[in-house]
Protein backbone atom coordinates (compact mmCIF):
# COMPACT_ATOMS: atom_id res chain seq x y z
CA UNK A 1 0.00 0.00 0.00
CA UNK A 2 1.48 3.59 -1.15
CA UNK A 3 0.49 6.52 0.73
CA UNK A 4 0.46 9.91 -1.78
CA UNK A 5 1.18 12.74 0.03
CA UNK A 6 -2.05 15.36 0.81
CA UNK A 7 -2.18 18.98 -0.21
CA UNK A 8 -2.33 20.20 3.16
CA UNK A 9 0.92 17.67 3.80
CA UNK A 10 3.21 18.99 1.59
CA UNK A 11 2.39 22.36 2.67
CA UNK A 12 3.29 20.69 6.27
CA UNK A 13 6.48 19.85 5.08
CA UNK A 14 7.50 22.59 2.18
CA UNK A 15 6.80 24.56 5.44
CA UNK A 16 9.32 22.68 7.90
CA UNK A 17 11.97 23.19 4.73
CA UNK A 18 11.46 26.47 4.55
CA UNK A 19 11.96 27.33 8.47
CA UNK A 20 14.85 25.35 8.44
CA UNK A 21 16.53 27.29 5.09
CA UNK A 22 15.94 30.34 7.22
CA UNK A 23 18.29 29.77 10.23
CA UNK A 24 15.26 28.47 12.94
CA UNK A 25 16.10 24.53 14.06
CA UNK A 26 13.84 23.33 16.01
CA UNK A 27 9.96 23.52 14.53
CA UNK A 28 6.42 21.72 15.25
CA UNK A 29 3.67 21.14 12.81
CA UNK A 30 0.24 20.27 14.63
CA UNK A 31 -2.15 18.44 12.49
CA UNK A 32 -5.93 17.03 13.68
CA UNK A 33 -6.06 13.38 14.68
CA UNK A 34 -6.99 11.43 11.18
CA UNK A 35 -4.75 13.94 9.27
CA UNK A 36 -1.85 11.62 8.48
CA UNK A 37 0.90 12.79 10.52
CA UNK A 38 2.67 10.05 10.32
CA UNK A 39 2.51 9.81 6.18
CA UNK A 40 3.43 13.28 6.56
CA UNK A 41 7.06 12.64 8.66
CA UNK A 42 7.25 9.77 6.05
CA UNK A 43 7.70 11.67 3.32
CA UNK A 44 9.68 14.72 4.81
CA UNK A 45 12.08 11.94 5.52
CA UNK A 46 12.28 10.64 2.37
CA UNK A 47 12.21 13.67 0.73
CA UNK A 48 15.38 15.05 3.17
CA UNK A 49 17.57 12.02 2.76
CA UNK A 50 19.22 13.53 -0.73
CA UNK A 51 19.95 16.57 1.46
CA UNK A 52 21.79 14.96 4.35
CA UNK A 53 25.44 14.09 3.30
CA UNK A 54 24.80 10.64 3.70
CA UNK A 55 23.52 11.15 7.00
CA UNK A 56 20.83 9.24 8.26
CA UNK A 57 16.80 10.58 9.93
CA UNK A 58 15.64 9.42 13.76
CA UNK A 59 12.52 9.23 14.48
CA UNK A 60 11.48 9.51 18.05
CA UNK A 61 8.20 7.92 19.00
CA UNK A 62 6.84 7.02 23.27
CA UNK A 63 4.88 3.85 22.33
CA UNK A 64 5.33 0.71 20.94
CA UNK A 65 2.19 0.92 18.54
CA UNK A 66 3.92 4.42 17.16
CA UNK A 67 7.04 2.83 16.27
CA UNK A 68 5.18 0.02 13.86
CA UNK A 69 3.09 3.16 12.86
CA UNK A 70 6.21 4.83 11.59
CA UNK A 71 8.11 1.94 10.08
CA UNK A 72 5.44 0.75 7.92
CA UNK A 73 4.21 4.13 6.59
CA UNK A 74 8.14 4.92 6.00
CA UNK A 75 8.08 1.28 3.89
CA UNK A 76 4.94 2.43 1.96
CA UNK A 77 6.38 5.65 0.76
CA UNK A 78 9.59 4.43 -0.09
CA UNK A 79 9.79 0.45 0.09
CA UNK A 80 13.64 0.38 -0.92
CA UNK A 81 14.29 2.67 2.38
CA UNK A 82 16.45 0.55 4.55
CA UNK A 83 14.19 1.35 7.97
CA UNK A 84 15.34 -0.14 11.13
CA UNK A 85 14.21 -0.30 14.96
CA UNK A 86 15.62 0.46 18.09
CA UNK A 87 13.67 -0.72 21.04
CA UNK A 88 14.64 -2.98 23.67
CA UNK A 89 15.94 -5.72 22.22
CA UNK A 90 15.95 -4.64 19.13
CA UNK A 91 19.10 -2.86 17.74
CA UNK A 92 18.56 -2.60 14.09
CA UNK A 93 19.98 0.69 13.56
CA UNK A 94 23.77 -0.20 11.86
CA UNK A 95 23.03 -0.04 7.84
CA UNK A 96 19.09 1.87 8.23
CA UNK A 97 18.68 5.28 6.05
CA UNK A 98 15.88 5.81 8.78
CA UNK A 99 16.04 4.40 12.27
CA UNK A 100 13.07 4.02 14.38
CA UNK A 101 13.39 4.57 17.79
CA UNK A 102 11.48 4.57 21.53
CA UNK A 103 13.23 7.60 23.57
CA UNK A 104 12.57 5.32 26.62
CA UNK A 105 15.45 3.20 24.88
CA UNK A 106 17.78 6.09 24.02
CA UNK A 107 17.23 7.76 27.54
CA UNK A 108 19.81 4.62 27.81
CA UNK A 109 23.15 6.38 27.36
CA UNK A 110 24.75 3.35 25.44
CA UNK A 111 22.04 2.41 23.68
CA UNK A 112 21.53 6.58 22.08
CA UNK A 113 25.80 6.48 21.90
CA UNK A 114 25.63 3.81 19.59
CA UNK A 115 23.50 5.39 16.81
CA UNK A 116 25.70 7.84 15.04
CA UNK A 117 25.67 10.44 11.70
CA UNK A 118 21.53 11.58 12.16
CA UNK A 119 20.94 14.46 10.11
CA UNK A 120 17.47 14.46 10.75
CA UNK A 121 15.24 14.37 14.03
CA UNK A 122 11.92 13.68 13.78
CA UNK A 123 9.48 13.37 16.86
CA UNK A 124 6.49 11.89 17.36
CA UNK A 125 3.53 12.99 19.29
CA UNK A 126 6.19 15.66 20.09
CA UNK A 127 3.88 17.53 22.78
CA UNK A 128 6.09 15.15 25.15
CA UNK A 129 9.22 16.27 24.23
CA UNK A 130 9.06 18.85 27.22
CA UNK A 131 9.68 16.27 29.17
CA UNK A 132 13.40 15.54 30.51
CA UNK A 133 14.14 12.53 28.77
CA UNK A 134 13.25 13.52 25.87
CA UNK A 135 14.99 17.11 26.35
CA UNK A 136 18.53 14.70 26.49
CA UNK A 137 17.98 12.66 23.88
CA UNK A 138 17.44 15.69 21.34
CA UNK A 139 20.27 17.36 22.64
CA UNK A 140 22.33 14.14 22.18
CA UNK A 141 21.17 14.46 18.98
CA UNK A 142 22.14 17.83 18.09
CA UNK A 143 18.57 19.29 18.08
CA UNK A 144 20.19 22.67 20.04
CA UNK A 145 23.25 22.57 17.54
CA UNK A 146 21.38 22.96 14.08
CA UNK A 147 20.20 19.24 13.69
CA UNK A 148 17.01 20.09 11.48
CA UNK A 149 14.51 18.59 13.92
CA UNK A 150 10.40 18.11 13.57
CA UNK A 151 8.04 17.51 15.94
CA UNK A 152 4.16 16.48 14.78
CA UNK A 153 1.28 16.51 17.48
CA UNK A 154 -2.22 16.81 16.90
CA UNK A 155 -2.05 18.98 19.64
CA UNK A 156 0.45 21.35 21.13
CA UNK A 157 -0.65 21.34 25.28
CA UNK A 158 1.20 19.69 27.82
CA UNK A 159 -0.41 20.72 31.19
CA UNK A 160 2.88 21.21 33.10
CA UNK A 161 4.01 23.43 30.26
CA UNK A 162 7.77 23.77 29.24
CA UNK A 163 6.96 22.94 24.95
CA UNK A 164 8.21 26.98 24.35
CA UNK A 165 11.28 25.73 25.43
CA UNK A 166 11.40 22.93 23.14
CA UNK A 167 9.60 24.43 19.89
CA UNK A 168 10.67 27.71 18.50
CA UNK A 169 7.56 28.03 16.37
CA UNK A 170 4.75 25.82 15.04
CA UNK A 171 4.88 26.26 11.31
CA UNK A 172 1.82 24.48 10.29
CA UNK A 173 -1.21 23.99 11.80
CA UNK A 174 -4.06 22.31 10.44
CA UNK A 175 -8.51 23.32 11.84
CA UNK A 176 -9.88 19.84 12.35
CA UNK A 177 -13.08 21.97 10.56
CA UNK A 178 -11.00 22.66 7.58
CA UNK A 179 -10.59 18.76 7.58
CA UNK A 180 -14.19 18.18 8.29
CA UNK A 181 -14.96 20.55 5.47
CA UNK A 182 -12.50 18.94 2.46
CA UNK A 183 -14.03 15.50 3.78
CA UNK A 184 -10.46 14.21 5.03
CA UNK A 185 -12.64 13.91 8.50
CA UNK A 186 -16.26 12.89 9.16
CA UNK A 187 -18.16 15.49 10.74
CA UNK A 188 -19.50 15.23 14.62
CA UNK A 189 -22.25 15.43 16.85
CA UNK A 190 -22.65 15.76 20.32
CA UNK A 191 -24.63 14.40 23.14
CA UNK A 192 -24.08 15.45 26.80
CA UNK A 193 -25.30 12.65 29.43
CA UNK A 194 -25.66 14.36 32.17
CA UNK A 195 -25.66 12.19 35.90
CA UNK A 196 -27.48 13.91 38.72
CA UNK A 197 -25.40 12.05 41.18
CA UNK A 198 -22.11 12.91 40.06
CA UNK A 199 -20.33 15.96 42.04
CA UNK A 200 -17.03 17.03 40.37
CA UNK A 201 -16.95 19.88 42.15
CA UNK A 202 -15.40 17.32 45.14
CA UNK A 203 -12.99 16.22 42.72
CA UNK A 204 -9.33 18.45 42.88
CA UNK A 205 -7.31 19.74 40.20
CA UNK A 206 -3.94 19.23 39.74
CA UNK A 207 -1.26 19.87 36.84
CA UNK A 208 -3.91 21.49 35.22
CA UNK A 209 -6.44 19.01 35.41
CA UNK A 210 -8.91 16.57 37.34
CA UNK A 211 -7.24 14.16 39.40
CA UNK A 212 -7.35 11.10 38.17
CA UNK A 213 -8.15 8.80 40.96
CA UNK A 214 -10.63 11.11 42.35
CA UNK A 215 -12.62 11.59 39.37
CA UNK A 216 -12.50 7.91 39.03
CA UNK A 217 -14.32 7.56 42.37
CA UNK A 218 -16.60 9.88 41.55
CA UNK A 219 -17.46 7.95 38.78
CA UNK A 220 -17.83 5.05 40.19
CA UNK A 221 -19.62 5.66 42.89
CA UNK A 222 -22.00 8.04 41.04
CA UNK A 223 -23.47 5.33 39.30
CA UNK A 224 -22.17 7.08 36.28
CA UNK A 225 -21.48 3.86 34.56
CA UNK A 226 -24.57 2.23 34.21
CA UNK A 227 -25.87 5.70 33.22
CA UNK A 228 -23.21 5.83 30.35
CA UNK A 229 -23.77 1.86 29.32
CA UNK A 230 -27.90 3.35 29.38
CA UNK A 231 -27.06 6.39 27.27
CA UNK A 232 -25.08 3.82 24.45
CA UNK A 233 -28.28 1.69 24.09
CA UNK A 234 -30.20 4.78 23.84
CA UNK A 235 -27.74 6.80 21.48
CA UNK A 236 -25.14 4.39 19.91
CA UNK A 237 -26.50 0.82 20.29
CA UNK A 238 -25.03 -0.02 15.98
CA UNK A 239 -22.24 1.96 16.52
CA UNK A 240 -18.51 0.97 17.53
CA UNK A 241 -16.89 2.99 20.41
CA UNK A 242 -13.80 3.98 22.59
CA UNK A 243 -15.03 4.69 26.11
CA UNK A 244 -11.83 6.55 27.77
CA UNK A 245 -12.03 6.87 31.65
CA UNK A 246 -9.19 8.15 34.18
CA UNK A 247 -8.37 5.00 35.74
CA UNK A 248 -8.08 1.55 34.67
CA UNK A 249 -10.46 0.25 37.18
CA UNK A 250 -13.01 2.45 36.03
CA UNK A 251 -12.03 1.04 32.30
CA UNK A 252 -13.07 -2.22 33.88
CA UNK A 253 -15.96 -1.16 35.61
CA UNK A 254 -17.24 0.64 32.46
CA UNK A 255 -16.98 -2.41 30.29
CA UNK A 256 -18.68 -4.79 32.63
CA UNK A 257 -21.46 -1.79 32.81
CA UNK A 258 -21.90 -1.94 29.11
CA UNK A 259 -22.27 -5.60 29.05
CA UNK A 260 -24.69 -5.77 31.44
CA UNK A 261 -26.58 -3.26 28.98
CA UNK A 262 -25.77 -5.92 26.50
CA UNK A 263 -23.34 -4.16 24.72
CA UNK A 264 -20.02 -6.35 23.51
CA UNK A 265 -16.89 -4.30 25.68
CA UNK A 266 -13.41 -4.91 26.40
CA UNK A 267 -10.99 -3.02 28.66
CA UNK A 268 -7.45 -2.20 27.23
CA UNK A 269 -5.10 -0.47 29.69
CA UNK A 270 -1.19 0.29 29.81
CA UNK A 271 -0.08 -2.50 31.43
CA UNK A 272 -2.02 -4.81 29.91
CA UNK A 273 0.09 -7.74 28.55
CA UNK A 274 1.45 -6.76 24.96
CA UNK A 275 -0.13 -10.22 23.29
CA UNK A 276 -3.58 -9.74 25.32
CA UNK A 277 -4.24 -6.36 24.40
CA UNK A 278 -3.34 -6.73 20.44
CA UNK A 279 -5.78 -9.49 20.36
CA UNK A 280 -8.06 -7.13 22.53
CA UNK A 281 -7.67 -4.40 19.61
CA UNK A 282 -8.14 -7.00 16.75
CA UNK A 283 -11.10 -8.07 18.01
CA UNK A 284 -12.63 -4.83 18.10
CA UNK A 285 -11.06 -4.20 14.58
CA UNK A 286 -13.31 -7.51 13.58
CA UNK A 287 -16.36 -6.48 15.20
CA UNK A 288 -16.24 -9.35 17.59
CA UNK A 289 -16.42 -6.21 20.29
CA UNK A 290 -18.70 -3.72 19.80
CA UNK A 291 -16.68 -1.01 22.15
CA UNK A 292 -13.38 -0.64 23.97
CA UNK A 293 -12.87 0.86 27.01
CA UNK A 294 -9.61 2.07 28.12
CA UNK A 295 -7.72 4.38 30.72
CA UNK A 296 -5.69 6.94 28.29
CA UNK A 297 -4.33 4.21 26.20
CA UNK A 298 -6.27 4.74 23.06
CA UNK A 299 -5.64 8.67 22.42
CA UNK A 300 -2.45 8.34 20.81
CA UNK A 301 -1.48 5.62 18.04
CA UNK A 302 -4.57 4.06 18.03
CA UNK A 303 -5.94 3.58 14.18
CA UNK A 304 -9.67 2.71 14.02
CA UNK A 305 -11.58 4.11 11.35
CA UNK A 306 -14.67 2.63 11.82
CA UNK A 307 -15.09 4.16 14.75
CA UNK A 308 -18.33 5.97 15.08
CA UNK A 309 -18.87 6.69 18.66
CA UNK A 310 -16.43 8.00 21.42
CA UNK A 311 -17.31 8.55 25.08
CA UNK A 312 -15.79 11.44 26.81
CA UNK A 313 -15.80 9.60 30.55
CA UNK A 314 -12.74 11.36 31.55
CA UNK A 315 -14.05 14.74 31.78
CA UNK A 316 -11.10 17.09 31.42
CA UNK A 317 -10.18 20.65 31.68
CA UNK A 318 -7.65 20.35 28.99
CA UNK A 319 -8.67 21.11 25.64
CA UNK A 320 -5.38 18.95 23.88
CA UNK A 321 -6.38 15.70 25.89
CA UNK A 322 -10.33 16.36 24.38
CA UNK A 323 -9.30 16.43 21.10
CA UNK A 324 -7.29 13.66 21.49
CA UNK A 325 -9.80 11.61 22.96
CA UNK A 326 -12.64 12.98 20.31
CA UNK A 327 -10.41 12.56 17.49
CA UNK A 328 -10.58 9.10 17.18
CA UNK A 329 -13.98 8.80 16.20
CA UNK A 330 -13.35 11.16 13.39
CA UNK A 331 -11.46 9.13 10.63
CA UNK A 332 -14.02 8.49 7.71
CA UNK A 333 -14.63 4.99 7.02
CA UNK A 334 -17.03 3.18 4.17
CA UNK A 335 -20.75 3.57 5.53
CA UNK A 336 -20.14 5.72 7.92
CA UNK A 337 -21.77 9.06 8.09
CA UNK A 338 -20.83 10.50 11.05
CA UNK A 339 -19.26 10.57 14.64
CA UNK A 340 -21.26 10.49 17.99
CA UNK A 341 -19.84 12.25 21.09
CA UNK A 342 -21.39 11.16 24.66
CA UNK A 343 -19.83 13.73 27.56
CA UNK A 344 -20.25 12.64 30.55
CA UNK A 345 -21.39 15.43 32.85
CA UNK A 346 -21.73 16.55 36.62
CA UNK A 347 -25.08 17.78 37.86
CA UNK A 348 -22.82 21.05 38.36
CA UNK A 349 -19.01 21.87 38.36
CA UNK A 350 -16.47 24.75 39.49
CA UNK A 351 -14.16 22.96 37.00
CA UNK A 352 -14.38 24.78 33.09
CA UNK A 353 -14.47 21.44 30.95
CA UNK A 354 -13.64 20.86 27.35
CA UNK A 355 -16.17 20.77 25.02
CA UNK A 356 -16.56 20.36 21.67
CA UNK A 357 -16.04 23.87 20.93
CA UNK A 358 -12.60 23.08 21.62
CA UNK A 359 -12.52 20.91 18.57
CA UNK A 360 -11.82 24.06 16.40
CA UNK A 361 -10.35 27.60 16.43
CA UNK A 362 -13.33 28.56 15.10
CA UNK A 363 -15.51 31.61 16.82
CA UNK A 364 -18.53 29.26 18.29
CA UNK A 365 -19.41 29.87 21.95
CA UNK A 366 -21.94 26.54 21.91
CA UNK A 367 -22.83 23.59 19.78
CA UNK A 368 -26.47 22.56 20.70
CA UNK A 369 -27.33 18.60 20.77
CA UNK A 370 -28.21 17.27 17.27
CA UNK A 371 -25.98 19.91 15.56
CA UNK A 372 -23.26 19.00 14.12
CA UNK A 373 -19.36 20.67 14.81
CA UNK A 374 -19.95 22.05 11.30
CA UNK A 375 -23.46 23.10 11.19
CA UNK A 376 -22.47 25.25 14.72
CA UNK A 377 -19.34 26.63 13.14
CA UNK A 378 -21.35 27.95 10.18
CA UNK A 379 -24.43 29.33 11.96
CA UNK A 380 -22.07 31.14 14.11
CA UNK A 381 -20.52 32.59 11.16
CA UNK A 382 -23.58 33.28 9.90
CA UNK A 383 -24.87 35.30 13.26
CA UNK A 384 -21.00 36.71 13.38
CA UNK A 385 -21.99 38.32 9.42
CA UNK A 386 -25.43 39.71 10.69
CA UNK A 387 -24.19 41.56 13.31
CA UNK A 388 -21.23 42.54 11.36
CA UNK A 389 -23.00 44.11 8.85
CA UNK A 390 -25.62 45.12 11.22
CA UNK A 391 -23.11 47.33 13.40
CA UNK A 392 -22.16 48.70 9.88
CA UNK A 393 -25.92 49.55 8.76
CA UNK A 394 -26.20 51.33 11.88
CA UNK A 395 -22.80 53.54 11.39
CA UNK A 396 -23.89 54.36 7.79
CA UNK A 397 -27.14 55.48 9.53
CA UNK A 398 -25.98 57.70 12.15
CA UNK A 399 -23.56 59.21 9.75
CA UNK A 400 -25.84 60.16 7.41
CA UNK A 401 -28.55 61.67 9.66
CA UNK A 402 -26.01 63.48 11.23
CA UNK A 403 -24.81 65.16 8.37
CA UNK A 404 -28.19 66.37 7.78
CA UNK A 405 -29.50 69.65 8.67
CA UNK A 406 -32.54 68.54 9.98
CA UNK A 407 -33.81 67.53 13.68
CA UNK A 408 -34.15 63.87 13.15
CA UNK A 409 -34.31 61.61 16.49
CA UNK A 410 -34.63 58.12 17.28
CA UNK A 411 -36.93 56.02 19.32
CA UNK A 412 -35.31 53.29 21.71
CA UNK A 413 -36.48 50.16 18.85
CA UNK A 414 -34.55 52.13 16.47
CA UNK A 415 -37.27 53.99 14.47
CA UNK A 416 -36.21 57.65 13.15
CA UNK A 417 -38.57 60.63 13.18
CA UNK A 418 -39.23 64.44 12.79
CA UNK A 419 -41.97 65.90 15.03
CA UNK A 420 -43.37 68.35 12.22
CA UNK A 421 -46.12 69.44 14.82
CA UNK A 422 -47.80 68.75 18.45
CA UNK A 423 -49.72 66.40 16.21
CA UNK A 424 -47.99 64.76 13.95
CA UNK A 425 -44.67 62.89 12.67
CA UNK A 426 -42.74 61.49 9.81
CA UNK A 427 -41.53 58.90 10.03
CA UNK A 428 -39.23 55.50 8.58
CA UNK A 429 -39.93 52.62 8.40
CA UNK A 430 -37.55 49.60 7.48
CA UNK A 431 -38.77 47.02 5.43
CA UNK A 432 -38.01 43.58 7.32
CA UNK A 433 -34.80 41.47 5.85
CA UNK A 434 -33.72 44.30 3.67
CA UNK A 435 -32.07 47.96 4.00
CA UNK A 436 -34.82 49.46 2.05
CA UNK A 437 -37.26 51.84 4.11
CA UNK A 438 -41.49 53.28 3.71
CA UNK A 439 -41.81 56.58 4.40
CA UNK A 440 -44.80 56.84 7.28
CA UNK A 441 -47.23 59.90 9.19
CA UNK A 442 -48.38 59.48 12.29
CA UNK A 443 -51.09 61.87 13.26
CA UNK A 444 -53.46 62.32 16.77
CA UNK A 445 -56.97 61.63 14.20
CA UNK A 446 -55.41 59.31 11.74
CA UNK A 447 -53.29 57.33 13.22
CA UNK A 448 -50.51 55.99 10.94
CA UNK A 449 -50.67 56.90 7.11
CA UNK A 450 -48.68 56.27 3.97
CA UNK A 451 -48.37 58.16 1.24
CA UNK A 452 -50.13 58.11 -1.83
CA UNK A 453 -46.95 57.53 -4.16
CA UNK A 454 -45.98 54.06 -1.38
CA UNK A 455 -42.75 52.90 -2.72
CA UNK A 456 -39.83 51.68 -1.13
CA UNK A 457 -36.90 53.64 -1.09
CA UNK A 458 -32.74 53.06 -0.22
CA UNK A 459 -31.97 54.68 3.05
CA UNK A 460 -30.72 57.78 1.43
CA UNK A 461 -33.71 58.18 -0.65
CA UNK A 462 -36.11 57.85 1.82
CA UNK A 463 -34.29 60.19 4.04
CA UNK A 464 -34.34 62.95 1.29
CA UNK A 465 -37.78 62.33 0.75
CA UNK A 466 -39.08 63.13 3.95
CA UNK A 467 -37.28 65.50 5.10
CA UNK A 468 -38.24 67.50 2.15
CA UNK A 469 -41.82 66.58 3.36
CA UNK A 470 -40.97 67.81 6.84
CA UNK A 471 -39.72 71.18 5.95
CA UNK A 472 -43.30 71.52 4.01
CA UNK A 473 -45.11 70.98 7.38
CA UNK A 474 -43.32 72.69 10.04
CA UNK A 475 -41.89 76.13 10.84
CA UNK A 476 -37.74 75.83 10.11
CA UNK A 477 -37.16 76.76 14.20
CA UNK A 478 -38.87 73.65 14.62
CA UNK A 479 -36.92 71.03 12.33
CA UNK A 480 -33.88 72.54 12.24
CA UNK A 481 -30.94 71.10 14.18
CA UNK A 482 -29.23 74.13 14.50
CA UNK A 483 -31.95 76.60 15.31
CA UNK A 484 -30.85 78.99 17.83
CA UNK A 485 -33.73 78.38 20.78
CA UNK A 486 -31.87 74.94 21.07
CA UNK A 487 -28.39 75.84 22.61
CA UNK A 488 -30.74 77.81 25.50
CA UNK A 489 -31.69 76.83 29.16
CA UNK A 490 -33.85 74.81 29.76
CA UNK A 491 -37.75 76.21 30.16
CA UNK A 492 -39.42 75.82 33.53
CA UNK A 493 -42.29 74.26 31.83
CA UNK A 494 -40.07 71.71 30.17
CA UNK A 495 -38.54 70.65 33.20
CA UNK A 496 -41.40 70.54 35.00
CA UNK A 497 -43.38 68.12 32.03
CA UNK A 498 -39.63 66.06 32.72
CA UNK A 499 -40.82 65.51 36.10
CA UNK A 500 -44.13 64.64 35.33
CA UNK A 501 -43.24 61.98 32.88
CA UNK A 502 -40.52 60.49 34.52
CA UNK A 503 -37.64 61.36 33.05
CA UNK A 504 -34.31 62.20 34.20
CA UNK A 505 -32.85 65.28 32.58
CA UNK A 506 -29.04 64.66 32.74
CA UNK A 507 -27.08 67.56 34.29
CA UNK A 508 -25.81 70.42 31.90
CA UNK A 509 -28.88 69.54 29.39
CA UNK A 510 -29.80 72.44 26.92
CA UNK A 511 -33.51 73.37 25.78
CA UNK A 512 -33.07 71.34 22.64
CA UNK A 513 -31.79 68.62 24.31
CA UNK A 514 -34.93 68.27 27.13
CA UNK A 515 -37.19 68.89 24.00
CA UNK A 516 -35.65 66.12 22.29
CA UNK A 517 -35.97 63.71 25.63
CA UNK A 518 -39.64 64.57 25.72
CA UNK A 519 -40.16 63.81 21.95
CA UNK A 520 -38.35 60.35 21.61
CA UNK A 521 -40.44 59.03 24.68
CA UNK A 522 -43.85 60.54 23.90
CA UNK A 523 -42.92 59.22 20.14
CA UNK A 524 -41.83 55.69 21.43
CA UNK A 525 -45.06 54.89 23.38
CA UNK A 526 -47.27 55.80 20.00
CA UNK A 527 -44.78 53.15 17.85
CA UNK A 528 -43.66 50.91 20.33
CA UNK A 529 -41.01 48.14 18.56
CA UNK A 530 -42.95 49.39 15.06
CA UNK A 531 -42.52 46.12 12.33
CA UNK A 532 -43.50 47.37 9.28
CA UNK A 533 -45.29 44.35 6.99
CA UNK A 534 -43.65 43.97 3.45
CA UNK A 535 -45.52 45.50 1.24
Given at each position: ?????????????????????????????????????T????????Q??????????????????????????????????????????????????????????????????????????I???????????????????????????????A???????????????????????????????????????????????????????????????A?????????????????????????????????????????????????????????????????????????L????????????P??????????????G????????????????????V?????????????????????EV?????????????????????????????????????????????????????????????????????????????????????????????????????????????????????????????????????C???????????????????I?????????????????
Open positions: MSFTPRPYQLDAINSLREGWANGHTRLAVVLPTGAGKVAFAHLAHMLDNLGGRRALVIAHREELLEQAASKLLAVDPMLRVGIVKAQRDDHADADVIVASVQTLAVARRREAIRDIGLIVDECHHAAAPTYMEVLRHFGAWDGTPTAGFTTMTRTDGGLAEVWEDVVFTLDILDMISDGYLCDVRGKRVTVDTLDLDTVRARGGDLVDGQLGRLEDSGALDAIAKAYVDHAPDRPGVVFTPTVATAQAAAESLRRAGITAAPVWGDMGRDERRATLARYEAGDVQVTNCMVLTEGFDAHTSCVVVARPTKSPLYVQMVGRGLRPAPGKRDALLDVMGSSTRHKLASMVDLTARDTVEEGRSLREAVEEAAVVAERRQLAARVEAEEINLFGSSGVRWLRTPSGVWFIRVGSDQVLFLARVPDTRLYRMRRWTTVGGIEAPREDVARPLAEALAWLEDQARRLAPTALVARQAGWRSRQPSPKQLGLRRLGLTVPRGSTAGDVADLDTDRVASVLGSLILPAA
